[in-house]
């Protein structure tokens, strides 16, 4: 695999069978999307796993409970006293205070893009299956919210409902379902002209259960792979509603909250801001990459059959 | 085409419009007082009153949405509460500083991001598009609120080289401008390199270079003619939804434009500014928008508005 030196030896009696070498497939553009896409898959699955791990396990490690203040500690450098991550205006242990926001931002994060999924599926695939009204009903709002200033319509909703969890949800949800539903009437408009469909409908099945049973589940591989894409906007749109102050209220202390309380004290004590931002960028880094490489890995896994086929192949990449 | 822009302009305008009225009544059904809001905690109940009266608060609230639409249909759009002036005039202030900034940082993240895309692309599945790859991807993972602290902290506080917020001089305008353009870069030339390589792929790229013409002139002429369309929409379609405030970035910077003025006007529910806000931002955007798509035929000789672009 790592063999550079071209195949150009001369042969002159024996002829190989092919002159493609095992060498040469490995710098095929096909093994090297595969190779690519593995990088991206361990370090994006590092990446995030270093911080969803601690922030799942956090109520079993051995943390200072995140809201206990203590002023004699206060503003402490990182790796001080046995706080690992520092603590901030209030004495309070940072990291601590990050993995169980972390927990918070996490939440709302994957059910918002559970929400947000849902809500695209459905209305992708009516928009796209039905056609006519429903289709331009659909894509006249898809088009709206693109004109609208969202980030203060977020903000508004939130003024509206009160900054809580399902709300914070819902509402990033509502930032989220265009793309999915786009996704989704594309990949439906193709599949509803697939000769199966028009098998169903003359077994005499109901539209709606072709659509339910038939359709729906054909495109749904495909529109998931955005889900981990989702995931990763989710997140940095959750910090910044909590950053200006519309995230989930005390006692939860969310990576955007704290970003916004260390900002006052960034030319003290650099931590308090540099650290939560850090595990973000972390996250949706890992998750992000995932994201990617299950997107560019899609089309490859389709095309296993041929490549089953050609046994030359598997050893170049075995 | 005669049909096609009064047509879009049409709907632009409804659109608006809907927009508008719904953020009418949202404020209004949400909680908070703006009379509280701007006579303070001290008022009595006659002054709270009397500052309802004044600002027409003491209405039905589907009287208050006809004096609206007529204050819309006539160009006023009330008195700001806490600015005591025209909301329209308050907006129309701000909105060079969100303009600058946002020229600024498409135009920044143009020139970036076009060769950078141009360059992965020619480079694919190599380690060096792989590494550009990953940077891209580690830019549009940062949140912006937080870069913009970074880079302030760094510029403005250890390496004391810009200024820390507003627009006293040309120089403050360098940090939010980096801060919004690293994560345009990263969108739009992962949006380049896609482009880029589906067209390098295509056959009538084979049949120029076998037909020796420059590698330079191929990449540039060729492939980035026909993905100069969808490059020049992604661009356009930023620039647009910059234009309705790039919020988080102002109130970080502290910069003077129409995004940090709606939060301020939201958080004193200063509800004819927010009103005029959506008015003159959402129309400058779908103004944008229907220029990107009047450009169209100039790009791309092929595209006929009207029949196409109706779908």
Not at chain 1, 1 to 26: C, G, I, R
Request: glycine content about 8%.
């Amino acid at each position: 695999m790592s063999a550079t030196v071209p195949a150009a030896h001369p042969a002159p009696h024996v002829s190989p069978p092919s002159a493609v070498k095992p060498a040469d497939l490995a710098r095929s553009a096909a093994a090297r999307t595969r190779h690519s896409v593995r990088i991206k898959l361990w370090i994006g699955a590092i990446c995030a796993l270093a911080v969803i791990v601690p922030i799942v396990l956090a109520p079993l490690l051995p943390l200072a409970d995140p809201n206990a203040q203590e002023l004699s500690a206060r503003r402490l450098a990182p790796l001080v006293d046995g706080h690992l991550f520092g603590t901030d205006q209030l004495g309070r242990d940072l990291l601590s205070r990050v993995l169980f926001g972390g927990q918070v931002s996490l939440t709302i994060g994957v059910l918002a893009v559970l929400v947000s999924g849902a809500i695209g599926i459905t209305l992708g695939a009516a928009a796209g299956y039905y056609g006519r009204w429903v289709d331009t009903i659909v894509s006249r709002l898809l088009e709206a919210q693109m004109s609208l200033p969202l980030l203060m319509m977020l903000l508004l909703v939130v003024a509206l409902f009160g900054p809580s969890i399902p709300v914070i949800t819902f509402v990033i949800a509502i930032a989220q379902w265009p793309e999915v539903a786009r996704l989704t009437r594309s990949l439906v408009l193709v599949e509803r002209e697939k000769p199966y469909v028009d098998a169903a409908r003359t077994l005499g099945l109901h539209k709606i259960r072709i659509l339910i049973r038939h359709v729906i589940p054909n495109v749904f591989k495909q529109a998931s792979l955005v889900i981990l894409l989702l995931l990763a906007q989710a997140v940095l749109l959750e910090s910044a509603l909590s950053f200006l102050g519309a995230g989930p209220q005390r006692p939860f202390a969310t990576w955007g909250r704290i970003i916004s309380d260390g900002q006052n004290y960034i030319t003290t004590s650099w931590w308090m801001v540099t650290l939560p931002g850090l595990m973000i960028v972390l996250l949706v880094v890992g998750v992000n990459l995932l994201g990617d490489a299950l997107r560019d890995s899609g089309p490859i896994g389709k095309r296993r059959s041929p490549k089953t086929g050609t046994p030359e192949k598997n050893g170049a990449t075995a | 085409m005669l049909t096609y822009i009064p047509k879009r302009i049409g709907q632009g305008l409804l659109t608006v419009f809907l927009t508008v009225s719904v953020v009418f009544v949202l404020i209004r059904m949400a909680p908070g007082d703006p009379a509280a809001a701007y006579a303070g905690p001290l008022a009595t109940t006659e002054q709270l009153a009397a500052v309802r009266e004044q600002f027409g608060l003491d209405r039905p609230v589907w009287e208050q949405y006809l004096i609206f639409i007529q204050q819309l249909f006539t160009g006023q759009l009330g008195m700001s509460y806490s600015f005591q002036a025209p909301a329209f005039e308050v907006v129309l202030e701000r909105l060079p500083y969100t303009l600058t900034l946002a020229t600024a940082s498409i135009v920044l993240a143009a020139i970036v991001a076009i060769p950078l895309g141009v360059w992965m692309a020619n480079r694919a599945n190599t380690g060096k598009e792989l590494g550009a790859n990953m940077l891209t991807i580690a830019g549009q993972s940062m949140p912006d609120f937080w870069t913009g602290i970074m880079l302030l902290s760094l510029f403005a506080v250890v390496i004391p080289v810009f200024p820390a917020s507003g627009f006293a001089t040309w120089d403050g305008l360098v940090l939010p401008t980096i801060t919004i353009a690293i994560l345009q870069i990263a969108l739009v030339s992962r949006m380049v390199r896609r482009e880029m390589s589906n067209n390098l792929a295509l056959p009538y790229l084979t049949v120029a270079r076998s037909r020796g013409i420059a590698e330079r002139v191929l990449t540039w002429r060729y492939a980035m003619g026909t993905a100069a369309i969808p490059v020049f929409t992604a661009l356009g379609t930023r620039f647009a939804a910059m234009l309705n405030g790039v919020v988080v970035v102002e109130v970080v910077f502290a910069w003077p434009g129409v995004g940090s003025l709606i939060v301020r006007a939201l958080e004193t529910r200063d509800y004819p500014l927010i009103q005029a806000a959506v008015v003159v931002t959402s129309l400058l955007a779908i103004a944008v928008q229907l220029l990107i798509d009047l450009a169209y035929p100039l790009l791309d000789p092929r595209v006929r508005l009207g029949k196409a672009a109706s779908a």
